[in-house]
């Protein structure tokens, strides 16, 4: 819970109540814009889009457009766009780590094949645009444009630093804030644009969301070594397992003897990851303190977010995202 400018405390689920309306709007314009008489778009679209999740990105779009005072009916499709064109970066990644599973069900690739996955993801970011120069303006599609290209370069950092044990700090970062975080501080941003607010805070706005996707995925990483969660449907080490290093596991390798350093790298080059390395890794993150590391850096990056939003004047929207920055690294406990 976050202490509010009112002073009463907002739970995550009153800040979701705020936009739930919208958001139902949101669903009903997912299931119209699947529609398509190739019958695998719809059912691949619906299965993943059906599959769980919060909706984090929608909802800071609709929380941000009614923070702006925003009162017309475009914010409804934009936020379709936003958790299209997730969701087809969902089904690329799946296919590149040959996931198995996804919010703790078979993944799409599973079920339709690597092909299926990969094709259904274009349609989705064709629609995502498409969707876009409907209801969007041009500032808008500059943002989004701009946005999934520097998510395609993360993608491709990512691909090119995520098994590498000379990786830095600095290349996760690059990663994190490209591959993850540019689309929430798009959709941060969009609610701005809608709202014609000045650039200022239109600026602070994309910043929150940068801030706040950064935290969110350095979560997920720690998360990642912490447990079972049946959330984000994947078992504990499955980034080890698929080789990636992240910020735990980077803070804990730059931190190690040479020999731990070996143990660690083994690990992650290993075909098939046994338990007793799994744990092996876990333990040195521990004891090198790689994951109290990496949510101390969430959670500076969440107060650096909540900092953002002293431009605007306090109501229950902007109450609302201080609530979802929160969020972000209360559901590490």
Not at 113 to 119: E, Q, R, T
Not at 153 to 168: F, N, P, S
Not at 240 to 245: N, P, T
Not at 260 to 287: G, M, P, T, W, Y
Request: with cysteine.
């Amino acid at each position: 819970m976050t202490d509010t400018d009112n002073g009463f405390f907002m739970r995550i689920q009153e800040a979701y109540d705020i936009i739930k309306e919208d958001l139902r709007a949101v669903e009903l314009e997912f299931k119209k814009n699947l529609d398509s008489d190739v019958f695998l778009i719809k059912k691949v679209g619906e299965y993943i889009l059906n599959n769980g999740g919060k909706r984090l990105r929608p909802s800071l779009l609709l929380l941000s457009a009614k923070l702006c005072g925003y009162q017309g009916g475009r914010h409804i499709p934009l936020a379709a766009v936003v958790e299209f064109i997730h969701t087809a970066t969902l089904l690329h990644d799946d296919v590149i780590d040959n996931a198995s599973l996804r919010r703790g069900k078979a993944a799409a690739n599973t079920l339709w094949g690597n092909g299926a996955s990969i094709l259904i993801g274009d349609f989705l970011f064709s629609k995502s645009f498409s969707l876009t120069v409907d209801h969007g303006d041009l500032r808008i599609l500059k943002v989004l444009s701009g946005t999934t290209t520097r998510m395609a370069e993360g993608e491709v950092l990512q691909l090119l630093k995520g098994c590498d044990g000379e990786a830095t700090e600095r290349d996760c970062m690059a990663v994190i804030t490209n591959k993850t975080a540019s689309l929430i501080s798009a959709a941060c941003q969009i609610g701005g644009i809608l709202g014609k607010v000045p650039m200022e805070k239109e600026n602070a706005l994309a910043r929150y969301g940068m801030d706040l996707g950064i935290a969110f995925q350095l979560v997920d990483d720690c998360l990642d070594y912490t447990l079972n969660n049946e959330e984000l449907g994947k078992a504990m080490g499955n980034d080890l397992r698929e080789g990636k290093i992240t910020l735990p596991l980077i803070h804990t390798i730059k931190n190690t003897t040479s020999t731990e350093r070996e143990e660690i790298l083994a690990a992650v080059e290993a075909h098939e990851l046994k338990d007793s390395q799994l744990l092996s890794v876990v333990n040195l993150i521990s004891k090198y303190k790689g994951m109290e590391y990496t949510l101390s850096r969430a959670r500076q990056h969440v107060e650096d977010a909540k900092a953002c939003l002293n431009v605007f004047e306090p109501n229950i929207e902007r109450t609302a995202l201080l609530a979802l920055a929160d969020y972000v690294v209360e559901r590490t406990y």
